[in-house]
């Protein structure tokens, strides 16, 4: 019985953690640019939607071979979805 309720408590848990996140849409122009994230590596490309992202600030790199890398600053909401291209 204890097993269920904690169960329940951790799925609601994750329910309004999600609540609370942003998601970031991010497209280039070729398509395929390596999407990094505060100098870390995703092992994402464009174009691609990261979701349950916390609210706060970030540095979004995006690299693609043979062309300038492009890093920009972007602010994640809370429950809404941002847009970087």
Known sequence: MQKKYALI???LSVLVASAYAGALEV???P???E???NHIRTG???PDTLTNLPSSELRV???LENY???ERGVTIDRSKTSSLS
Request: aromatic content about 14%; proline content about 0%.
């Open 68 to 70: 300038r890398y492009e």
């Open 61 to 63: 790199t995006l690299l």
């Open 27 to 29: 497209l280039s122009e």
């Open 31 to 33: 398509t395929g640019a």
């Open 44 to 46: 994402r490309y464009t």
């Open 35 to 37: 999407i990094i994230i």
């Open 9 to 11: 408590a951790f799925i």
